[in-house]
């Protein structure tokens, strides 16, 4: 352990989080699926080392999925937590800062990731651990899941995949992208719709595609992802604020394009997410008149997602105890945080972003 971690540039205290939905849920088997995932981890050899293996259970993956999925079928949840436990050993790679984790090297194998998700035979990953697991991972869900389902979810990891590639390009060309493109593109790297498959598989909700992807309920996801994007970026900006260039993350665009520093883009990084919260909880409202108890079951979910992500990020030791601060994590390390009872700015008027101001436009009246 560090003796004396260096001060966040964020400040000393993370801001006060606007989340006027239902939070602390959490699964009642959370600790079972944990077990089990660690488990399964253990026994395909994920981590070459404990130190490795201590960072990857930092991520708190199973406390992460028991909480944006806090009911729902057992062995649908367990397979969701080992792909975030998968997942996030990916992510750590790919924001290792490493010389060899270019943006070529990150586009080549999330083609290859996603190829071997469509055909978990097609022998087109090197041999490892890592892809041992992998094909384990994807001959499970293709066991599981329903046709349309597998669809969804590679649609989702592909979200994630070029997400993660469009911002390696960006920082790899020492790019930091204007506020607009980013909003676009940046929160894809979060993997909503990778994460909200699991939800409706937990809960056997097969919502007809013609209501799962009308342009409300898009735009309602579209704004759940931006809002937990923007928390995970508050979270975890230390983690990655040794980086040069600077990672690209909602803060240090915001500060870049105002001409600010970290700490002083933080305000207006909430006001931004607090706007997307407000269009949130309208259009949850909207959508949610007249309907059906599956759909009602749809809309939960988003919101488990919101306050579950905010739950498990304040007690992940992945971004409480940040490993350019220390060499091992802290297991009690946790993030003090503070839920404001109205948005940090007032007004529900779209903001003028286009890559957002889009999302208004679904509001009735």
């Not at 409202?285 to 306050?307: I, K, P, S």
């Amino acid at each position: 352990m560090t003796a004396s971690p260096r001060p966040s540039l964020l400040g000393a205290r993370l801001p006060s989080f606007y989340c006027p939905l239902e939070r602390d849920l959490v699964h009642p088997e959370a600790k079972q699926v944990e077990a089990r995932a660690v488990e399964w981890l253990d026994a395909f050899g994920l981590y070459p080392d404990p130190v490795e293996r201590a960072w990857g259970l930092a991520t708190h993956s199973a406390d992460f999925s028991c909480r944006i999925i806090p009911d729902g079928d057992v062995d649908a949840l367990l397979l969701f937590t080992e792909w975030n436990y998968w997942a996030n050993a990916v992510d750590d790679w790919q924001d290792s800062g490493s010389d060899e984790v270019g943006t070529g090297a990150v586009v080549e194998h999330g083609v290859r990731l996603l190829r071997t998700i469509e055909d978990p035979g097609a022998g087109v990953l090197p041999d490892g651990p890592m892809t041992r697991a992998l094909v384990d991972l994807v001959r499970r869900t293709q066991a599981m899941l329903t046709p349309h389902e597998l669809r969804r979810f590679v649609e989702g990891t592909r979200d994630w995949l070029l997400g993660a590639a469009w911002r390696a390009a960006q920082a790899e060309a020492g790019i930091m992208p204007g506020l607009n493109d980013f909003v676009a593109m940046g929160p894809l790297a979060n993997g909503t719709r990778f994460s909200l498959t699991w939800s409706d598989v937990a809960r056997a909700d097969r919502l007809p595609p013609d209501v799962l992807h009308s342009p409300t309920l898009t735009a309602l996801t579209d704004a759940a992802g931006f809002i937990v994007s923007a928390d995970n970026d508050l979270f975890s900006y230390d983690k990655d604020d040794h980086l040069e260039p600077r990672e690209v993350n909602l803060i240090n665009v915001l500060a870049h394009h105002e001409n600010c520093s970290p700490a002083e883009a933080v305000p207006l990084a909430v006001a931004l997410r607090d706007r997307v919260m407000v269009l949130f909880t309208r259009l949850r409202a909207q959508v949610e008149d007249g309907a059906d108890e599956e759909l009602r079951r749809h809309l939960a979910a988003l919101c488990h997602y919101v306050a579950g992500s905010i739950a498990w990020q304040t007690r992940a030791p992945r971004y409480a105890s940040p490993r350019n601060r220390y060499e091992l994590p802290l297991a009690e390390a946790r993030f003090e945080v503070r839920f404001a009872d109205a948005p940090s700015v007032a007004g529900i008027e779209p903001p003028e972003i286009p890559a957002l101001a889009s999302w208004w436009q679904r509001v009735r009246g």
